[in-house]
Every structure is written in structure tokens, then in C-alpha cells.
């Protein structure tokens, strides 16, 4: 059992930026998979973005050029920069791994095996 935890979400104006980061409780990320998605009422949960260690990445079309995914081993970390927020990118943030070792970036829900609890992000206009 992997046990992910979220954090760094908040509220921010139009235009701002936060970070996200995704922590697992004794586990090394560097050996899964990882996926940001996020999740807006009345709509499927998406993929923000994906990353196969060490830096094969992948985005959801909405935040390509704003967002960057990025693994720091020594901290056991996957980073979410968001910069330039827009209100559509109000939502649930989760952050998920898979145990499936690959080169290339993981990009459907069904990929993921595990999944954290998710951080509220809100962006206001």
C-alpha cells in the first residue's frame, strides 16, 4: 500500500502561481509512475500532468506552457508548479502513482493504482 499526501494547495487571484508537492509515506516515489490530476464538479477527474523518472513528462492540454511536473528524489518529492492560474483551474488536485515501471509518462486514470486525498485549489477571478 502506497500512502500519498498533497499539499500546497490554497486560494490565489488570477494570474498568481502555486505549488503543489506530493509526498509518500515510506515509499521512494522514484520507483512509480506519477500523475497529477484534478477533478471540478460535474466533470471527470483529469490528467494536469504525468511524469515517468527521471524527466519524461506529459500535460493535460488546458495547462500546457503553465504547469511543470518535476521529481526531486532527495526529498522524495513530485512538485506541481502552477503558474499564470486561471479560475477554470479551480479543483481537487490528486496526486497518484503507479507500481508499473515505464519510460513514458502515464496519462489515463485507469494507469494509477493509488491515489492521495487531494489538495482544493481555488482561483479567483
Known amino acids: 500500500q502506497v500512502y500519498l499526501v498533497e499539499s500546497g494547495g490554497g486560494t490565489a487571484q488570477t494570474g498568481a502561481s502555486l505549488n503543489l508537492a506530493c509526498r509518500a509515506n515510506?515509499?521512494?516515489?522514484?520507483?512509480?509512475?506519477i500523475g497529477w490530476f484534478r477533478q471540478t464538479p460535474g466533470k471527470d477527474r483529469e490528467l494536469v500532468a504525468a511524469l515517468a523518472w527521471p524527466d519524461a513528462t506529459a500535460y493535460g492540454d488546458s495547462v500546457k506552457d503553465r504547469f511543470s511536473i518535476s521529481g526531486e528524489s532527495a526529498r522524495n518529492t513530485v512538485w506541481l508548479q502552477m503558474r499564470s492560474l486561471k479560475p477554470e483551474d479551480t479543483g481537487v488536485y490528486y496526486c497518484?502513482?503507479?507500481?508499473?515501471?515505464?519510460?513514458?509518462?502515464?496519462?489515463?486514470?485507469?494507469?494509477?493504482?493509488?491515489w492521495g486525498q487531494g489538495t482544493q485549489v481555488t482561483v479567483s477571478s
Open positions: 497518484a502513482v503507479s507500481e508499473t515501471w515505464t519510460a513514458r509518462p502515464l496519462v489515463e486514470r485507469s494507469d494509477y493504482e493509488y
Open positions: 515510506g515509499r521512494t516515489l522514484s520507483r512509480y509512475a
